[in-house]
């Protein structure tokens, strides 16, 4: 669940993107625990801080908002690695990463086994002409160490001005090697629906490479197109595609499954309220007869494993390729 403010933003467990309509009531977050009571055990933080303020040597990294900003984030980190405080220049970040065109270097990263990984990099940037790959591990950007780091402290550092250089050493697992690239940021220009074409005997092929807002409308503009030249089967390609948002998921499912099939269930912490959540079907006139094959990687993450294992669980496709990523858990967004 991510928690995310417009002037400050936390993240709670990671995965796809999951937006509310509102923020919970507060009553929802606090724990009634007689031995758990918040104000006792902020007077401890207060207390420190204080201490800190009078006494630390170097007095320009003890502002009271630095501290309160570091105290968080060291907070949700220790949860999970999808966890994070968000301050507002990451918030904006994050919401150019999924809408936008920005600078830096093409590559959509996680946390995984403790380690910034690369879930995959995107065609036709400087990363993937360097040949980046899905599973490798940033250990360093600019000589620093990455040891600990969240995706948005790998973001900050590797987004940057078009044309600016940046030096960042990988590790590959298989065959195991390191090795450091100096690459140059270039304009990165995410483009959700592309190479929608028929191959041969009426085959369509179209690739899906991030689920944002406008994505299952692009598709359903593709399959349209599509069908006018006679498709007859479809080939939906969700390599290297590192997921989005939790509706457009579900949208794109809802395209090829019946009314009432279940596309995805989350949970949430047990004993709550509305801890089980269930997403059907939907869909206006969807295409539950056109024969489909989905190809997936190691870089098909999140959003992208919710529609083909929705797929697939229904029969509605078959999977070609590779293991996926595998993550499950969802991302919330909350203003606070």
């Known amino acids: 669940m991510l928690l995310s403010v417009v002037a400050l933003s936390l993240t709670l467990a990671g995965g796809c993107q999951m937006v509310p309509d509102s923020p919970p009531p507060l009553a929802d977050v606090i724990i009634e625990n007689d031995d758990d009571i918040a104000y006792q055990n902020i007077e401890l933080l ?6 800190v303020r009078r006494d630390y040597v170097d007095v320009d990294e003890v502002e009271y908002q630095k501290l309160v900003y570091s105290a968080l984030k060291g907070m949700l980190r220790s949860l999970d690695p999808h966890s994070q405080f968000m301050e507002p220049v990451s918030y904006e970040d994050m919401q150019e990463g999924t809408s936008g065109v920005f600078g830096g270097i093409g590559i959509m990263i996680g946390v995984r086994n403790n380690g910034l990984t690369v879930i995959s990099p995107l065609e036709d940037t400087p990363a993937f002409r360097i040949g980046l790959q899905a599973g490798d591990r940033i250990v360093k950007i600019e000589g620093e160490s ?28 298989s065959p195991r090697k390191e090795e450091t690239v100096t690459l140059t940021r270039d304009a990165i220009k995410l483009t959700r629906v592309k190479g929608a074409r028929i191959i041969e005997d009426g085959i369509g092929y179209i690739r899906v490479t991030q689920f944002s807002a406008t994505t299952v409308g692009l598709l359903q503009k593709e399959l349209d197109n599509l069908e006018a030249d006679g498709m007859t089967g479809l080939v939906l390609d969700l390599r290297n595609n590192p997921g989005g948002l939790l509706k457009a998921a579900i949208q794109v499912s809802e395209l090829f499954l019946e009314n009432g099939k279940l596309v995805v269930l989350t949970r949430s912490r047990k004993g709550r309220p509305k801890s089980e959540r269930r997403n059907y079907a939907r869909g206006k006139a969807p295409r539950t007869e056109l024969p489909m094959v989905i190809l997936v990687n190691a870089g098909s993450a999140s959003a992208s494993e919710i529609v083909a294992g929705a797929l697939q669980d229904h029969r509605r496709a078959i999977l070609v390729g590779q293991k996926t990523f595998g993550k499950g858990s969802v991302q919330t967004i909350i203003p606070m």
Do not use: N, Y
């Open 46 to 51: 207060t207390e420190v801080m204080m201490r």
């Open 146 to 173: 990455t040891r600990g780091w969240t995706v948005s402290q790998a973001v900050d550092k590797l987004r940057g001005q078009v044309g600016d250089p940046v030096t960042l050493t990988f590790l590959r697992l």
